[in-house]
């Protein structure tokens, strides 16, 4: 191919990564990831920021997966600063993906307890992949500081991060066993359980925990 003819292919797949049909947007990933180029990058991370629909996220997301990581992981660092709640947990979602620890320091406490569930769920996922060997109890520490928080899909996301750093979780979720949140004792629970049985269900574990607690309560009262 000649360097004309490969000059007026890539532009045509960076303009058609804003067309308005998705499925044309899905494609032109799709070509680009296949075919990896530097001249990409820019605009694959850009595009991560505010595309609407999941599907082609992801095929954004494996796009820059298929470039060096010396060229991608610093420019989806530079993302994760975006006052754009989704260009910080997109490009956290893509910065798990690529699992070079390099992005770790830029992975700081202010995105892990970002107030964006969205956010703060990615910077859980992607810190649990990147942390350094040794640095599991400080995480597990400030992941602790997020129980009881949100959703049941975001308790459930903190439950797996903290399951997934193993045994270190264990001193600092019987800590949080006696917290004054009910909210908190109850994820508490359901989190230490499920280190112990990691096949156990999370959602029976959440819901055998509020038990517990709502019993106690009782037994307290009485």
């Given at each position: 191919?000649?360097?004309?003819?490969?000059?007026?292919?890539?532009?045509?797949?960076?303009?058609?990564?804003?067309?308005?049909?998705?499925?044309?947007?899905?494609?032109?990933?799709?070509?680009?990831?296949?075919?990896?180029?530097?001249?990409?990058?820019?605009?694959?991370?850009?595009?991560?920021?505010?595309?609407?629909?999941?599907?082609?996220?992801?095929?954004?997301?494996?796009?820059?997966?298929?470039?060096?990581?010396?060229?991608?992981?610093?420019?989806?660092?530079?993302?994760?600063?975006?006052?754009?709640?989704q260009a910080r947990s997109q490009a956290l979602h893509t910065l798990s993906k690529?699992?070079?620890?390099?992005?770790?320091?830029?992975?700081?406490?202010?995105?892990?307890?970002?107030?964006?569930?969205?956010?703060?769920?990615?910077?859980?996922?992607?810190?649990?992949?990147?942390?350094?060997?040794?640095?599991?109890?400080?995480?597990?520490?400030?992941?602790?500081?997020?129980?009881?928080?949100?959703?049941?899909?975001?308790?459930?996301?903190?439950?797996?991060?903290?399951?997934?750093?193993?045994?270190?979780?264990?001193?600092?979720?019987?800590?949080?066993?006696?917290?004054?949140?009910?909210?908190?004792?109850?994820?508490?629970?359901?989190?230490?359980?499920?280190?112990?049985?990691?096949?156990?269900?999370?959602?029976?574990?959440?819901?055998?925990?509020?038990?517990?607690?709502?019993?106690?309560?009782?037994?307290?009262?009485?």
């Amino acid at each position: 191919m000649t360097r004309p003819e490969k000059d007026t292919n890539t532009m045509r797949a960076l303009q058609a990564l804003e067309n308005a049909d998705p499925s044309v947007r899905l494609r032109a990933a799709l070509a680009i990831g296949t075919a990896p180029d530097p001249l990409f990058v820019d605009t694959l991370v850009e595009r991560c920021a505010i595309e609407p629909e999941f599907s082609v996220r992801e095929m954004l997301t494996w796009a820059l997966i298929r470039h060096p990581p010396a060229l991608t992981v610093p420019k989806l660092t530079d993302q994760l600063s975006s006052e754009r709640a989704q260009a910080r947990s997109q490009a956290l979602h893509t910065l798990s993906k690529i699992g070079d620890r390099r992005a770790w320091p830029a992975l700081t406490r202010a995105l892990l307890t970002d107030p964006d569930d969205e956010v703060a769920r990615s910077a859980w996922r992607a810190a649990v992949v990147l942390v350094p060997p040794g640095d599991e109890p400080e995480l597990a520490g400030v992941l602790a500081t997020q129980l009881g928080r949100g959703t049941r899909d975001t308790r459930l996301s903190l439950s797996r991060a903290l399951v997934a750093l193993g045994a270190v979780t264990m001193p600092i979720l019987r800590a949080a066993m006696t917290d004054l949140d009910p909210h908190v004792r109850a994820h508490a629970i359901a989190t230490e359980r499920l280190t112990r049985d990691p096949d156990a269900s999370v959602e029976f574990a959440i819901e055998e925990a509020k038990r517990v607690v709502a019993l106690g309560a009782i037994g307290e009262k009485g």
